[in-house]
């Protein structure tokens, strides 16, 4: 069982376009976080929301907790080349456990020139 | 160096080698992972050490050994391998206890190719 769903798998849309990827699960959380991952390199921590209804802004990108901490979302604005990557959110808290983060499979995002 | 680092990047060998992959996280941090990536699969966690000390393993064949001599130090010992076990191997470090421990900084990975 998948417990961090994430949608779209894929996304390619050209540059300026607004774009908003998703994070669902049925299970509560302590925290969420994003990451971007690019070809051949590790994931990189974006964003870390942990309060339920949070909004978190890093220059045009969105992130925000769902009320009941169970799902998330982010929101690029004016999607530029450089944004695409494979984004990966991560849930932590779940079922007790303070050291294992939860993940998703990721969003694929390719922003065309 | 700064960061996570992870050596070597890319690693081909046979069924029948023994190699190592190396991980130094240059953070302060006092828990290390493994994780292995595969395609269509999400990461899957396979080792955790907090503060020198294994305390988790999650039922990872024993092809996989671990060894962490101290909190910067994270090394991957690779024996007999199989074409399965070729995937994007990821060391990330966080600091436990911390306000944000479930943070999680990663380094660039070793692509592993068995063949």
């Known amino acids: 069982t998948q417990l961090l769903e994430q949608s779209p798998q894929f996304l390619s849309i050209q540059e300026g376009e607004n774009l908003t990827v998703y994070c669902n699960s049925s299970s509560v959380f302590s925290s969420l976080q994003w990451y971007r991952q690019e070809p051949g390199e590790g994931p990189v921590l974006l964003v870390t929301?942990?309060?339920g209804g949070e909004v978190k802004k890093l220059k045009r990108l969105t992130f925000q907790f769902g009320d009941a901490r169970k799902d998330s979302s982010l929101h690029i604005t004016a999607a530029q080349p450089g944004d695409t990557g494979l984004y990966l959110c991560?849930?932590?808290?779940?079922?007790?456990?303070?050291?294992?983060?939860?993940w998703g499979l990721g969003t694929s995002l390719a922003v065309n020139p | 160096e700064t960061g996570v680092t992870q050596t070597p990047r890319h690693l081909v060998m046979g069924m029948t080698n023994k190699k190592s992959l190396k991980c130094e996280q240059h953070l302060g941090h006092n828990a290390m992972y493994w994780y292995k990536q595969s395609a269509k699969k999400p990461l899957e966690l396979m080792f955790v050490?907090?503060?020198?000390?294994?305390?988790e393993n999650n039922s990872v064949p024993s092809r996989f050994s671990p060894e962490c001599p101290n909190s910067s130090h994270l090394f991957l010992h690779l024996h007999t391998l199989q074409p399965e076990d070729s995937a994007l191997y990821l060391c990330a470090s966080s600091q436990i206890l911390a306000v944000n421990s479930y943070e999680q900084y990663f380094g660039p990975g070793t692509r592993l190719t068995v063949t």
């Open positions: 929301v942990v309060t």
């Open positions: 991560a849930a932590g808290g779940h079922a007790g456990n303070n050291r294992k983060l939860i």
């Open positions: 050490y907090s503060l020198e000390e294994r305390v």
